[in-house]
């Protein structure tokens, strides 16, 4: 009994340590070229030149905020409530035309917000890539709409039939089969979604996606997991987990701790 109150005397001290442990310094990641800075006022600096951790795109984003703790999880801007970031739209129609085509329209489009929640600012571009099939997602089905053509590299995965194309609409094959509904999936849309079509004379369709942009902050409740006193885990998974290494590097999902802390 006495040996175990003695363990128990000696471990109390690195217990409360690892509780109490300080998150302030500067994170980094190489691969997204993601950097941190957690501050002793509870201030923090947000920098990334090429993943949006809000929209899983390649897109820049830079912000400042306040950083709060509960357990091992890192909140950034607690205060900011959450807000839709992506929407979407999806519709059928006819045209009075070539019965064997159809038409495909995608439309992404940027909406801008102000402090009050008012509509400032609007503009429609062209997907960054964007990857469809009718009636069934398999890969033999798929086709990709982008403007440029796809990096063949060991870790790109397959590769579909590629449409390049700078237009927003694109003619093609009516298939054989009845159609059904669309597989649609892009980084703006966050995933693959499937759009069903009421009508099987429809020859025209229209998917509309919308990334809000608020001016009081992109940063709203964004979750960081602590693992260690020098790793934080920052990307989540559809269930709500974070993602712990990927196979093709051990730091892909980690910020790092950097020697050289504030």
């Not at 070229?33 to 993943?51: A, T």
């Not at 997907?127 to 440029?148: G, I, M, P």
């Not at 237009?167 to 009845?178: G, L, N």
């Amino acid at each position: 009994m006495r040996l175990i109150i003695l363990l128990l005397l000696i471990c109390r001290p690195a217990f409360s340590l690892a509780q109490t442990e300080s998150i302030t310094g500067r994170y980094f990641n190489m691969l997204d070229r993601i950097q941190v800075d957690f501050y002793e006022d509870s201030s923090f600096d947000y920098s990334s030149k090429m993943w949006n951790p809000v929209f899983h795109r390649y897109e820049p984003l830079s912000e400042s905020g306040f950083w709060s703790m509960a357990g091992d999880t890192i909140i950034l801007n607690p205060h900011l409530e959450k807000k839709r970031f992506v929407d979407f739209s999806f519709s059928e129609s006819k045209f009075e035309g070539d019965s064997t085509v159809v038409v495909l329209s995608f439309n992404h489009i940027r909406r801008h917000y102000d402090i009050a929640g008012n509509l400032t600012a609007n503009d429609t571009i062209q997907f960054y890539q964007l990857d469809f099939a009718f009636n069934e997602l398999k890969k033999k089905k798929l086709k990709r709409v982008s403007s440029h053509q796809s990096i063949r590299c060991a870790f790109a995965g397959y590769i579909p039939k590629e449409i390049l194309t700078d237009e927003r609409s694109i003619v093609v094959p009516k298939p054989s089969e009845k159609l059904k509904s669309i597989f649609i999936g892009c980084y703006e849309l966050q995933g693959t979604k499937e759009f069903l079509i009421t009508d099987n004379s429809s020859n025209q369709f229209t998917l509309n996606v919308y990334s809000n942009y608020y001016s009081d902050g992109q940063i709203r409740q964004m979750r960081l997991l602590k693992k260690n006193k020098r790793v934080i885990y920052y990307r989540i998974k559809e269930n709500g987990e974070f993602v712990q290494d990927r196979f093709w590097s051990d730091t892909d999902a980690k910020l790092i701790k950097q020697k050289t802390n504030r």
